[in-house]
Each structure stands twice: as structure tokens, then as C-alpha cells.
């Protein structure tokens, strides 16, 4: 397989030294890495990654030097001030670097941070998005976090604050009423919290629910639950972090676009997951 950059008008930026671009690496499958993204691990002196970043995708950087510096709950990991200021260091004696985040960096991902440390310390940078999680992960289990029968809005949440904790600030109320579909990032820990909140606040206890472990790689596993049980189910299945959590009616459309059951061959479990009775092209 010709492994080259395809060819494009104009040119492919070039990763100068001193320079530092903060790059997305997309929710897990390697082939969702953006052409800019294989761009920067080609040139890269150094390619600092986080923890959930696939380390598959460093093979395409085999001349650089790969720092790891992921960041997980409730394990040793290391402060976001010092890979900044490291960040800042390497620049400085002139290396190319890579810093390396996955699904997008300015989604939950501290990556404003670190740009604005950068700058803050006279770096260049470039912004190279990524397929957040909470989009393509989803996505990828056959869930479409908008559908035009189920939702016209959907709200990204963050399941843990600075501390760890549940998020204070959340208006939980607010959010429950505001959007037919929510995603919550790295809610795994506080999910029984945030399950109560957004009944007390109303949200239907049969209201549907999917936890997408590990999405899009080898090790994804979907659970299909309610609100009122997904506490119960994920503490029954034994699903651990990195988890994506979804809360709303899109959930059904699994039921027929789960497009990795299809390839192997299995049949949709209903062609009609929200009871439409007519056609999908129908309007």
C-alpha cells in the first residue's frame, strides 16, 4: 500500500523547529487521525501523547522521541503544569513537537491550556483538531448524537471537575431540560450522582441510555440501558473508564444503524427503533 500523502493544492504545512502543534489524535481508531495529524508525526522530534491515545498511531513517528504524559483518575499521573511547562521547554531548545491529545484537544481536553501557556511563553502553535469521542465514538456504535426526530439540540458534559469531583457549577436542572440528548465525558465514576440528578430534574427513568467503552477500537463494548438503571448496569457489567455515556431517544437508532453487527453479518434488531411507521426517506 503506497503509504505517501496524497497529493492536494498548494503544499503540506511544515512542522518548524521551536514550533509545537497540539493536535488531536480522534476517538481511537488510528484511521480517524486527520492527514494533518499524520502530517505533524512525520516531521516531529518529539510526540507527547496522553493516555488515551491509541500507541499504535506512534509507528507513524518512528523517528521521534515519544514522551508519554497521559492524565487518569485516580492513578499517578503527571500535572498539567509541568507537561505545559514541558512543553514550553522542548520548544525552546528547538524541537519539533508534537503534543498529541485524544479525540479533539479543545473538547474537555485542557488544550486550551496548554495553547495558552504556549503563548503565554512566546511559542508558536498550530491547532490541529480531532474526531472528539463524544461525536465519532458515538458515532462508530451506530448512535447519532443528532437525529432529525429525536433531537434539535444536544449538550456535551464533563462528568468530573479539577478535583475529581462531580461538577458544583453544573446546573443539572438546567441541563436536563435543555437538550433531548446529552453526552456526558468521563461520567463513569459519578454516574449513580449523575443519574439521580437528572431525575430529580424530570428525565424519565426509562428514558434510553448507552455507555461506549473504548470506542472505535478493538476493545469497544456497548451497554444499552435506561436512566433509571444505567447506575446498576455498568456496575454489573464490570465496564470501566475511558466510557462515553449518551442520554436520550437517538440511543434507539442503534437498534438499526449498529453497522459493525451488520458487517458481521447479524440482521438489524428493528428497522424502526422510534416507531416512525413509514419509510426513513419519508418526510
Same mark, same amino acid.
Given at each position: 500500500?503506497?503509504?505517501?500523502?496524497?497529493?492536494?493544492?498548494?503544499?503540506?504545512?511544515?512542522?518548524?523547529?521551536?514550533?509545537?502543534?497540539?493536535?488531536?489524535?480522534?476517538?481511537?481508531?488510528?484511521?480517524?487521525?486527520?492527514?494533518?495529524?499524520?502530517?505533524?508525526?512525520?516531521?516531529?522530534?518529539?510526540?507527547?501523547?496522553?493516555?488515551?491515545?491509541?500507541?499504535?498511531?506512534?509507528?507513524?513517528?518512528?523517528?521521534?522521541?515519544?514522551?508519554?504524559?497521559?492524565?487518569?483518575? $485516580?492513578?499517578?499521573?503527571?500535572?498539567?503544569?509541568? &507537561? *505545559?511547562?514541558?512543553?514550553?521547554? /522542548? !520548544?525552546?531548545? =528547538?524541537?519539533? @513537537?508534537?503534543?498529541?491529545?485524544?479525540?479533539?484537544?479543545?473538547?474537555?481536553?485542557?488544550?486550551?491550556?496548554?495553547?495558552?501557556?504556549?503563548?503565554?511563553? $512566546?511559542?508558536?502553535?498550530?491547532?490541529?483538531?480531532? &474526531? *472528539?469521542?463524544?461525536?465519532?465514538? /458515538? !458515532?462508530?456504535? =451506530?448512535?447519532? @448524537?443528532?437525529?432529525?426526530?429525536?433531537?434539535?439540540?444536544?449538550?456535551?458534559?464533563?462528568?468530573?471537575?479539577?478535583?475529581?469531583?462531580?461538577?458544583?457549577?453544573?446546573?443539572?436542572?438546567?441541563?436536563?431540560?435543555?437538550?433531548?440528548?446529552?453526552?456526558?465525558?468521563?461520567?463513569?465514576?459519578?454516574?449513580?450522582?449523575?443519574?439521580?440528578?437528572?431525575?430529580?430534574?424530570?428525565?424519565?427513568?426509562?428514558?434510553?441510555?448507552?455507555?461506549?467503552?473504548?470506542?472505535?477500537?478493538?476493545?469497544?463494548?456497548?451497554?444499552?440501558?435506561?436512566?433509571?438503571?444505567?447506575?446498576?448496569?455498568?456496575?454489573?457489567?464490570?465496564?470501566?473508564?475511558?466510557?462515553?455515556?449518551?442520554?436520550?431517544?437517538?440511543?434507539?437508532?442503534?437498534?438499526?444503524?449498529?453497522?459493525?453487527?451488520?458487517?458481521?453479518?447479524?440482521?438489524?434488531?428493528?428497522?424502526?427503533?422510534?416507531?416512525?411507521?413509514?419509510?426513513?426517506?419519508?418526510?
Amino acid at each position: 500500500m503506497d503509504e505517501s500523502l496524497p497529493p492536494i493544492a498548494g503544499t503540506w504545512p511544515v512542522l518548524e523547529p521551536g514550533w509545537v502543534w497540539l493536535c488531536g489524535a480522534g476517538p481511537g481508531d488510528p484511521g480517524l487521525l486527520t492527514l494533518h495529524a499524520l502530517n505533524g508525526l512525520r516531521q516531529a522530534d518529539v510526540v507527547i501523547y496522553d493516555a488515551l491515545v491509541q500507541e499504535s498511531i506512534l509507528d507513524w513517528a518512528p523517528q521521534a522521541e515519544h514522551i508519554y504524559a497521559g492524565k487518569r483518575g $485516580g492513578k499517578p499521573s503527571a500535572k498539567q503544569r509541568d &507537561i *505545559s511547562l514541558r512543553l514550553v521547554d /522542548l !520548544a525552546r531548545e =528547538g524541537k519539533r @513537537v508534537l503534543r498529541l491529545k485524544g479525540g479533539d484537544p479543545f473538547v474537555f481536553g485542557r488544550g486550551g491550556e496548554e495553547a495558552q501557556t504556549l503563548i503565554q511563553h $512566546g511559542v508558536n502553535v498550530r491547532i490541529i483538531p480531532g &474526531i *472528539s469521542a463524544g461525536i465519532g465514538g /458515538l !458515532a462508530y456504535a =451506530g448512535i447519532p @448524537v443528532t437525529h432529525r426526530d429525536v433531537n434539535q439540540s444536544v449538550t456535551f458534559v464533563t462528568g468530573h471537575d479539577q478535583s475529581g469531583a462531580t461538577p458544583q457549577s453544573l446546573d443539572w436542572d438546567a441541563i436536563a431540560k435543555g437538550s433531548q440528548v446529552l453526552v456526558i465525558y468521563m461520567g463513569m465514576k459519578h454516574v449513580e450522582q449523575i443519574s439521580a440528578s437528572l431525575l430529580a430534574a424530570g428525565r424519565p427513568a426509562d428514558e434510553p441510555c448507552a455507555v461506549v467503552y473504548s470506542a472505535t477500537t478493538p476493545d469497544e463494548k456497548v451497554l444499552e440501558t435506561t436512566l433509571g438503571r444505567m447506575a446498576a448496569d455498568i456496575a454489573a457489567s464490570g465496564l470501566e473508564p475511558p466510557a462515553i455515556l449518551c442520554v436520550g431517544r437517538s440511543v434507539l437508532m442503534r437498534q438499526v444503524l449498529d453497522w459493525q453487527a451488520l458487517a458481521r453479518g447479524e440482521v438489524p434488531r428493528n428497522l424502526d427503533p422510534l416507531g416512525r411507521g413509514r419509510p426513513a426517506e419519508a418526510s
